[in-house]
């Protein structure tokens, strides 16, 4: 096993690395922060946790995948919806 280690201790193994790899990243291409919630109006996630996913951890991810959920569910958009598309509404091209 592979490990960071810092003063001794072990701070990330190569498993859980290699498990934070495995959850891609949210981000759909539409950037763009609604100063109402502070969030992407594409992946809805907070900044800090745009800044953050590269060095989260696979545990980390999951509880901002699930903050995502929650958030689109407050929105009332489908968790499979595409930017833009909220409840009642379509897309325009």
């Given at each position: ?22 959850l891609p990243s949210p981000c759909i291409s539409v950037c763009q ?29 999951r509880a901002v995948l699930a903050r995502i959920a929650d958030r ?22």
């Amino acid at each position: 096993m592979i490990a960071l280690v810092c003063a001794g201790h072990a701070l990330i193994s190569d498993e859980s690395m290699t498990a934070a790899f495995d959850l891609p990243s949210p981000c759909i291409s539409v950037c763009q922060v609604d100063n109402a919630t502070g969030c992407c109006i594409g992946c809805y996630r907070a900044i800090d946790e745009i800044r953050e996913w590269p060095i989260l951890t696979a545990d980390e991810k999951r509880a901002v995948l699930a903050r995502i959920a929650d958030r689109k569910t407050a929105a009332g958009v489908s968790a499979g919806a595409s930017a833009g598309v909220t409840a009642g509404t379509t897309e325009s091209s």
